[in-house]
C-alpha cells in the first residue's frame, strides 16, 4: 500500500484524526462553594478536529474500498474518540 493508493476521503481523515490529537485548546474550571467541589472540561481542538476526522471518515468508509475503508475506519474511531475526550466524557481531568 502505497499513500497515493489512498483516497482523499481517506488522506483527509486521517490528518484530520492526527490533528486530533495533536492540537488543544483546552479551558478547565474548578471551584469549591460550600465545600462543594465542582469542576468543568472542555478541549475545542480535539472537539472540532475529531469531528472533522470522523465525519470524513465515514464519508472515507462509504466511498472507498480496500486499504482507504480501512484508514478511514481508524480515521473515524479516532475522531469519535477525540470527541469523548474532549467533551470530557472519557479520560476527563475533573
Do not use: E
Not at 486530533?20 to 472540532?48: E, P
Not at 464519508?59 to 477525540?82: C, D, E, H, W
Amino acid at each position: 500500500m502505497k499513500i497515493s493508493d489512498l483516497t482523499g476521503a481517506a488522506k483527509g481523515a486521517a490528518i484530520l484524526a492526527i490533528l486530533a490529537l495533536v492540537i488543544s485548546i483546552n479551558f478547565t474550571s474548578t471551584s469549591t462553594i460550600n465545600g462543594v467541589f465542582t469542576c468543568s472540561f472542555i478541549d475545542y481542538g480535539r472537539v472540532g478536529f475529531g469531528a472533522l476526522a470522523a465525519l470524513v471518515g465515514l464519508v472515507g468508509l462509504v466511498s472507498g474500498q480496500g486499504a482507504s475503508r480501512t484508514v478511514s475506519a481508524i480515521a473515524a474511531v479516532v475522531g469519535i474518540l477525540a470527541v469523548l475526550y474532549g467533551l470530557g466524557i472519557i479520560l476527563s481531568p475533573c
